[in-house]
């Protein structure tokens, strides 16, 4: 080939994958000097304990220094963090489950919800775009559960602001199957072929448009299949196409880890790296977690999201728990992130030009200042209504 014989590599196939090499990577160990800030390591997965953590998400000093360390790990180390406790009241928690235990059952009657990722439908229950859906079911609930710093600290961490929350519940009963090995989306959702038509820096990019997440909704002991892991895959430079190879999923079948979770605990890891879903070997365990997909401003999410419906569902809620004091000002914010557009692109700049600075207002801008102003819900319709019409071409 001729970019062998100038030096570089251009493009990923098959012949790229070299097994010994993932071997290698995939041996490293993670010891305490690499994550100073987590309170243990498990089974090469930095743990760090919420609780103690909390106050430092409210101090801009100490919070961009944890970011600091979680964006190292997601990028050149162990390729996953969990976080122990964080959900610090869990009745936010069962106020969700019984949300999605309805919607699950309400499309298990309807034939809605069908279908998984790398994995055969039976003995599982999927929420697509469970976000909206739980949103304008409970607006309140829904506030109280992404006005979490935590979830919100982990997503800048990886993609910065303006990041765009999407949401899918799983719930794996007795006897589900395992998922096969896998990365995911953006490249992760193509086939090898696919995959190889994207030159190497498109490979290298697409990991950092996405940060995975899962927030567990019952204890999940290893038996009852929390996510098998590879720490440090997610460094293999052809994992794109390699993870679509029998030798390569063997290998992860042989050195895959699992970290037990409690409920309120929740687990974010690379895209890249390399895991699937567990086989649920308990008898009396409805594994519920609700899987996090949450995107870069710069990049496309996987669901179309009515993200102002959602803004005009919350706002009551969201100035009533800022007035009762039961949301913090970062939690207000998390809460707001999870729910209006970040980015105020695309849109017409014939229409909606950059005032004061080099990009407009965005959705969250205005549902930030509705807040703050306490807004009536027809002023925010009136506003969301109007940045519509500036955004239209």
Known sequence: MVSQRIGYVGYFD??????????????????????????????????????????ALEDTGQRRALMAEWGHVLNQSAGVI???????????????????????????QSGEGEGDHFAASGANDRIW??????????????????????????????????????????????????????????????????????PVHAHQLTAAL??????????????????????????????YIGFHDPAHRDHFEKSYVQVPLN???????NPALF????????????????LLQISSA?????????????????????????????LTGSELDAAIAATAEGYPFPTNLDTDPPIGGNAPESQADILRRAVAEEWTSEQL??????LKTRQSA
């Open 381 to 386: 319709t009136s506003a969301l209504s109007a």
């Open 129 to 198: 775009n469970a976000l909206q859906k739980h949103c304008l079911r409970d607006p309140e609930g829904f506030s109280k559960y992404f006005g979490n710093a935590a979830v919100a600290t982990a997503g800048e961490a990886w993609l910065g602001p303006n990041y765009q929350v999407t949401a899918q519940v799983n719930q794996v009963r007795p006897g589900g199957k395992a998922q096969q090995a896998h990365r995911d989306y953006h490249l992760g959702f193509q086939t090898a072929e696919s995959a190889a038509r994207y």
């Open 210 to 239: 996405t940060l995975q997440g899962a927030v567990a909704h019952c204890d999940m002991p290893v038996e009852s299949g929390p996510t098998k892991l590879l720490p440090f895959s997610q460094l293999y430079p052809a994992g």
């Open 298 to 326: 710069f990049g496309r999410a996987m669901e179309a999201i009515d993200r102002r419906s959602m803004a005009q569902a919350v706002l009551p809620s969201l100035v009533a728990l800022k007035r009762s004091g039961e």
């Open 82 to 108: 969990a976080l122990k406790g964080a959900y610090q009241d869990l009745s936010v928690i069962d106020r969700a489950t019984e949300v999605f235990r309805q919607i699950i059952d309400e499309e298990r």
């Open 263 to 269: 409920k309120g605990d929740a687990v974010f890891f």
């Open 275 to 290: 895991h699937s879903a567990g086989e649920n070997r308990s008898t009396d365990i409805d594994r519920m977690a609700n």
């Open 14 to 55: 098959r012949e790229s994958c070299d097994l010994d090499e993932f071997k290698v990577l995939t041996s490293r160990k993670l010891t305490s000097d690499m994550v100073p800030q987590a309170a243990m390591i498990e089974k090469n997965v930095p743990v760090y304990d919420m609780n103690a953590l909390r106050p």
